[in-house]
């Protein structure tokens, strides 16, 4: 029996991309892009119902840096795995 995997994409503590896929329920192209991105799932929420699914997070890399100021992440990719079922 093999793996399944997810990557997920996070930006501002929300889950906007997972395996490439727009998460919000507003449009990703949206005219209001903060609106679009509040609509994502907090990372907290997705990885509670990734992991009573069976998903567990396996490796996060960040990218890139905000500012110089507080170093802080600009996005950040979660990788998942779980049995395949």
């Known amino acids: 029996m093999g793996f399944e995997y997810i990557v997920c994409l996070m930006q501002s503590s929300r889950i906007t991309f997972v395996n490439g896929e727009w998460q919000g329920t507003l449009p990703f192209n949206s005219t ?12 907290w929420d997705y990885l509670a119902s990734a992991g009573a699914s069976g998903w567990e997070m396996v ?6 840096i ?13 990788f998942l795995k779980r049995q395949s079922l």
Do not use: E, F, K, R
């Open 59 to 64: 490796a996060a890399t960040s990218i890139g």
């Open 32 to 43: 209001d892009s903060q609106a679009a991105l509040d609509s994502c799932p907090w990372v």
């Open 66 to 78: 905000n500012n110089s100021q507080d170093m802080s992440p600009m996005s950040s990719n979660l």
